[in-house]
């Protein structure tokens, strides 16, 4: 997860990392570079989103749209989903995110450099669940929403996890889509939603 951050040095050398919170690698470190645009979903968050997916986590192909350091995919793997392809745009994390899933022996894991947009546009591959949280300075995620209804990339019952500072971006999801929860922390408005028929 990206998030905004004060401060204006986003390069400088280090590493950050966290801790997988459930599942088969419970506890195991995540580490990514210490960049300030690199803002991982917090631990409290992940650990409601995941205990809203668990009936449906196993087996489940899962779409990390905007991966940074992987936490999202990572933790739904860790819980037993059958794939994860992880978008991100920047070099250094995408090649930082390959390394970490290999470190984890992670089976049907795939790490694409591209931004999300460009992504949606051009795959045919279908998702039960999908990851959109976006940079919130960055106004995508309505129209990665739209994209994924448009491409029909999510089946009917498919769940949709959006975060983001500005409620009022649910007023412009897809009208087939039904929010089942939502909770606050801090900022970070979070919710699940599902893909309704059409």
């Not at 960049?35 to 449906?56: G, H, K, M």
């Not at 745009?89 to 049907?108: F, G, I, P, S, W």
């Not at 795939?110 to 279908?126: G, R």
């Not at 897809?174 to 699940?192: E, F, S, T």
Request: aromatic share 8%.
């Amino acid at each position: 997860m990206k998030r905004p951050n004060p401060k204006s040095d986003i390069g400088h050398a280090g590493r950050q990392s966290l801790r997988v919170i459930g599942g088969q690698w419970r506890s195991r470190k995540i580490s990514f570079p210490d960049r300030a645009q690199l803002r991982p979903t917090p631990d409290r968050v992940r650990e409601t989103l995941f205990n809203w997916l668990s009936p449906i986590i196993d087996g489940a192909r899962c779409l990390d749209l905007f991966a940074g350091s992987g936490a999202l995919g990572i933790e739904a793997l860790s819980r037993g989903a059958g794939s994860a392809v992880f978008i991100e745009t920047d070099h250094e994390a995408a090649d930082n995110l390959r390394q970490q899933l290999h470190l984890l022996k992670a089976q049907d894991a795939q790490v694409v450099q591209s931004n999300a947009l460009e992504f949606l546009q051009h795959t045919n591959e279908h998702f039960d669940i999908a990851f959109v949280d976006p940079p919130y300075e960055s106004q995508l995620l309505v129209p990665v929403c739209q994209l994924l209804e448009q491409r029909g990339l999510l089946p009917v019952n498919a769940r949709i996890y959006l975060e983001t500072a500005n409620p009022d971006n649910l007023k412009q999801l897809p009208a087939n889509w039904q929010v089942l929860r939502d909770k606050r922390a801090g900022q970070v408005h979070y919710y699940l939603a599902v893909r309704l028929a059409n």
